[in-house]
């Protein structure tokens, strides 16, 4: 068992230059961005650049009858002023459905959508050429309610309000459990807030022929593609490197600035660079969906779970994003890490003029496991259970089927995972701590909490999360391994958002190859795909080409070797960098740096995971690729008489498969547990009437280190047999079921029924 | 703009003029964008996040929330002034350590603060430790490799000093 608490201190000093697979192998960037010179994509500059801003709707739905731009080239300084009209390709973008404008040109469909754009010589001058675009808005009233948006006759886009409707029909559909138990849930809209602000720097080819972007993003190619539609560009002529990137969470998917930078530097045939503010970026990317969930529970009496019936309302916003995919990805984890033979579920992705939504680490699942595990904890207390023996009476095992008929092939220790994590020690500190620093109780330094008034709860999260793309969608990752003069040189396309790729692609290639020198060639388009950093999923996929790439470069070497020596290729081994042999009753070794001197062996690989299927008009399919699995228990202390609440610890065991590199994944499962919380009981994007009310860190709360429980976390190492490397993705999980079990929690330490997220102060005292 | 101002700031123990600046910059914006020093970020520009911090006087602030031009006279240090590159201070060598690292946008900030809280406390206590950074936020790690770096240097610190 690897247990690492969030006091271990096990990594050792720097200057480890041999780490391999399973070493905590420190950042290769680490020390650049401890001393402040990482280039992030906001740190990028170029001679004679330009500064680039946009002008964004102020209305949420609006009509515009009229754009004047002349205002903005009188003032001093200004280059470029674009609009629609000078988009020279396809008018829209979008991951799925290409549904979002470049430019607004009709009508305006949210807070914040862009109408135009300029180029100046300073953030100042754009900022006045913005105020001097004069546009005539016909303000319309906006379809703010997602309920409404389904049933709603007037459509507030030529698409309609619906991006997708799916229904899951499994088993009886007339099976009436001896317990039944239902409730309705509700969760926010969450923000990604990266701290590293969207921000490009596009550079124009002379002539306009091409352009050159970097840019902080988690999917260059895909970028890449729409670009070059809107700028109606050869693929080739829109090449991309990736800009230092400050953190991603699903908010760098889909395209915000790019489009506008490249036409900005294109028309002014110069450098522009776009940095947003941080007000500016919750208006540019998309959110984690608002939800509305119903769900209703059958058991029998002694708790086993029969069947599930659900219905799902996803906020989408204005324009599509991933929508449908997240829809997909919530009603399909509807039953949770559970065993559920029949289901009834419905569900609607739909379009309002909110701000967009699209991907958030936990993309749907974090949606659904906050209804199922308040779901469960209601069937424990009908049933007389209490909850951890409600999960493990219930805990789904691999073989076990999805309530679309998948069955979970994958490694599935879901009672291992809550085992393990109710082992865990429970905080030792009584409420308000042993030094009775009154900056220990709920609402910390304001120190307005008493400590006759705080009560401490406890409660329980489990979860099931599919790893990789679904439904068909060849999410494959390319990676190429070069090796000459001792030393390996690795590319590849994975975006390095912060999760640590750049750190465990050398441990694959240290492992396999056994070479110390190991250096990654910078991320950019002039190697294949590798897919998109998200969905957990650039451990398994682009660690599965490098690793790959680098077993290629060794059947090189051993082949070479085998011709060196006379023998037969079969009997030449790679072992620890040595290649070894035994030629002619002698055994013979080599070194691989020795091996590659003066020669270069390379070799580019794609690695696919199993093909997926699309779901049927029943919601049936084998539409996953894979699943994780983790476990998380919540300790709080509630001031209950002003609703304060503090997170005393989250525990949790984690399904992991094989830690690459405990250290990173002990970031991940802390990072994720951080988001988690906040969700919990902070942060949500407050619009009224699509008006957003608090863009800016000031408004929008996210934890502090003083916010920050202890976390205590268990690894569950069960290698993966359908895991290039045997581990699953780890970045997902630690913040999809730390969300309910900080409510359950609060539910446990107040008594009442709490059933929205983030839990606000009135929703406990009042 | 108008009025066109040159000034000098004392940045890292040298002298920097300031040339044909708007006298309402901000000393982020001045230390990035005129005086090319990167390390300190801009991530709210409302002082909530800590990511730009730098020290003047001796005093940890928000550069963001600071006039360059307010500054005159008194001696700035950004992360670029706390060692020379390759040659990491031992807060920096721990945060590297201790996976305290994600995405590193916070980082410069974060190290800037942890200088200036064991620079005043050379003994903190983890809730010490907890409020003194609660002022930069991290977005990636959750704290918890923080919290060790800085620990970590404090009883390294502790022991080097026993010695």
Redesign the interface.
């Known amino acids: 068992m690897t247990q690492v608490t969030?006091?271990?201190?096990t990594?050792?000093?720097?200057g480890r230059v041999a780490d391999r697979l399973g070493d905590?192998a420190?950042?290769p960037?680490?020390?650049?961005?401890?001393?402040?010179?990482?280039?992030?994509s906001?740190?990028l500059s170029a001679d004679g650049v330009l500064w680039g801003a946009t002008l964004r709707s102020p209305h949420p739905y609006a009509r515009i009858r009229s754009i004047d731009i002349t205002g903005a080239w009188k003032i001093d300084g200004v280059t470029t002023v674009i609009t629609a009209a000078d988009v020279p390709g396809k008018a829209t973008y979008g991951l799925i459905n290409s549904d979002q404008p470049v430019f607004a040109s009709s009508y305006v469909r949210y807070v914040g959508e862009a109408v135009a754009a300029v180029a100046a010589d300073?953030p100042?001058t754009c900022r006045r050429a913005l105020a001097a675009i004069v546009v005539d808005y016909e303000v319309l009233d906006p379809l703010t309610d997602a309920e409404e948006a389904i049933v709603a006759t007037a459509k507030i886009h030529p698409d309609g309000n619906v991006f997708r409707h799916q229904r899951i029909i499994r088993g009886d559909q007339q099976l009436v459990g001896e317990v039944v138990v239902e409730g309705t849930y509700e969760m926010g809209m969450q923000d990604?807030?990266?701290?590293?602000?969207e921000a490009a720097l596009a550079m124009p080819d002379p002539g306009g022929a091409g352009v050159e972007l970097y840019v902080a993003t988690q999917w260059l190619h895909e970028d890449q593609t729409q670009i070059a539609a809107c700028l109606d560009l050869p693929i080739d002529k829109v090449r991309l490197t990736l800009g230092?990137?400050?953190?991603?969470?699903g908010a760098r998917e889909d395209i915000s600035l790019q489009v506008h930078t490249c036409l900005l530097a294109l028309h002014a045939g110069r450098p522009v660079k776009m940095a947003y503010?941080?007000a500016e970026s919750f208006l540019g990317h998309v959110h984690r969906h608002p939800a509305k969930i119903w769900m209703r529970h059958h058991a029998d009496r002694d708790g086993t779970l029969r069947r599930v019936e659900a219905r799902f309302v996803l906020d989408g916003g204005a324009y599509a994003s991933t929508s449908p995919a997240v829809l997909i990805n919530a009603i399909t984890h509807a039953q949770g890490p559970y065993k559920c033979e029949n289901a009834t579920v419905e569900g609607y992705a739909v379009r309002t003029n909110n701000l967009p939504c699209g991907a958030m680490r936990g993309f749907g699942v974090v949606q659904a496991c906050f209804a199922h595990e308040g779901q469960m904890d209601r069937l424990a207390e009908a049933c007389g259970l209490d909850p951890v023996e409600i999960r493990l009476k219930n805990a789904m095992e691999t073989g076990d089927r999805l309530i679309t008929g998948q069955p979970i092939l994958n490694v599935a220790p879901v009672a291992e995972c809550i085992t393990r994590t109710a082992a865990l020690p429970l905080p030792d500190e009584p409420v308000g701590?042993h030094?009775g620093?009154p900056?220990?109780l709920p609402g910390g330094?304001g120190l307005t909490a008493d400590r006759g008034h705080i009560r401490r709860g406890i409660g329980w999260g489990v979860s099931i999360k599919n790893l990789m793309y679904s439904e068909g969608f060849d999410d494959y990752s390319t990676a190429r391994c070069r090796l000459a003069d001792g030393t390996v040189a690795l590319k590849f396309a994975t975006a390095e958002?912060?999760?640590?790729f750049t750190t465990l692609a050398p441990q694959i290639a240290r492992s396999v190859l056994g070479v110390a020198a190991v250096v990654c060639e910078p991320i950019d388009t002039t190697v294949g795909s590798a897919g998109s950093t998200s969905a957990s999923r650039q451990t398994w996929m682009s660690g599965g080409a490098v690793l790959g790439a680098c077993n290629a470069v060794g059947d090189q070497l051993r082949a070479h070797q085998a011709e060196v020596w006379g023998v037969d290729v079969d009997q030449v081994v790679l072992e620890h960098g040595w290649l070894s042999a035994t030629v002619r009753g002698e055994v013979r070794s080599v070194s691989v740096p020795d091996v590659s001197q003066g020669q270069m062996f390379e070799a580019t690989f794609e690695h696919h995971h199993a093909p997926t299927e699309d779901l049927d008009e029943n919601g049936q399919g084998n539409c996953h690729t894979a699943f994780a699995f983790v476990a998380h228990r919540a300790v709080v202390d509630v001031d209950v008489e002003l609703g304060l609440v503090k997170v005393v610890q989250i525990a949790t065991a984690q399904d992991v498969g094989r830690a690459l590199n405990p250290?990173?994944v002990?970031?991940q499962?802390?990072?994720?547990?951080?988001?988690g919380v906040g969700l919990a009981v902070m942060e949500e994007i407050i619009q009224i009437d699509g008006i957003v009310r608090n863009a800016?860190?000031?408004d929008y709360l996210?934890?502090?280190?003083?916010?920050?429980p202890?976390?205590v976390a268990d690894l569950v190492e069960i290698p993966d047999p359908m895991s290039p490397l045997g581990a699953k993705g780890v970045g997902e999980p630690p913040c999809i079921s730390s969300t309910p079990a900080v409510l359950a929690a609060i539910r446990d330490a107040t008594g009442l029924d709490l059933r929205r997220v983030p839990v606000r102060p009135g929703d406990i005292c009042l | 703009?108008s009025d066109p101002q040159f000034y000098s700031l004392n940045v890292n123990g040298t002298e920097r003029q300031v040339a044909d600046a708007?006298l309402g910059e901000s000393l982020l914006y001045v230390l990035?964008e005129r005086l090319g020093l990167?390390?300190?970020?801009?991530?709210?520009?409302?002082g909530?996040?800590g990511?730009c911090s730098v020290t003047v006087d001796g005093e940890l602030v928000c550069s963001c929330l600071v006039m360059a031009a307010t500054a005159v006279g008194q001696p700035i240090v950004?992360?670029?002034g706390?060692?020379e590159?390759?040659v990491?201070t031992d807060i920096?060598?721990a945060?590297?350590?201790?996976?305290a690292?994600?995405?590193?946008?916070?980082?410069?900030g974060l190290?800037m603060a942890s200088h200036a809280l064991l620079e005043s406390n050379p003994d903190p206590s983890e809730?010490e430790?907890?409020?003194q950074?609660?002022?930069?936020?991290?977005?990636?790690?959750?704290?918890?490799?923080?919290?060790?770096a800085v620990q970590?240097v404090a009883v390294q610190r502790r022991q080097a000093g026993a010695l």
């Open positions: 969030a006091t271990d201190s990594a050792t000093t720097s905590s420190l950042r960037d680490g020390i650049a961005k401890v001393q402040g010179t990482f280039a992030f906001g740190d300073h100042e990604q807030a990266f701290l590293g602000l230092g990137v400050g953190g991603a969470f503010s941080r701590g030094d620093d900056l220990r330094s958002v912060g999760q640590g250290l990173s002990l970031g499962i802390e990072g994720g547990v951080a988001q800016s860190f000031t996210l934890p502090t280190m003083l916010d920050m202890e976390v | 703009m708007w990035r990167l390390a300190a970020k801009g991530a709210c520009e409302q909530e996040c990511s950004t992360v670029e706390l060692a590159p390759g990491p920096q060598q945060y590297v350590d201790a996976g690292v994600q995405c590193g946008f916070c980082t410069p190290i809730l430790i907890r409020e950074l609660s002022g930069n936020i991290c977005r990636c790690t959750g704290y918890g490799r923080i919290l060790d970590r």
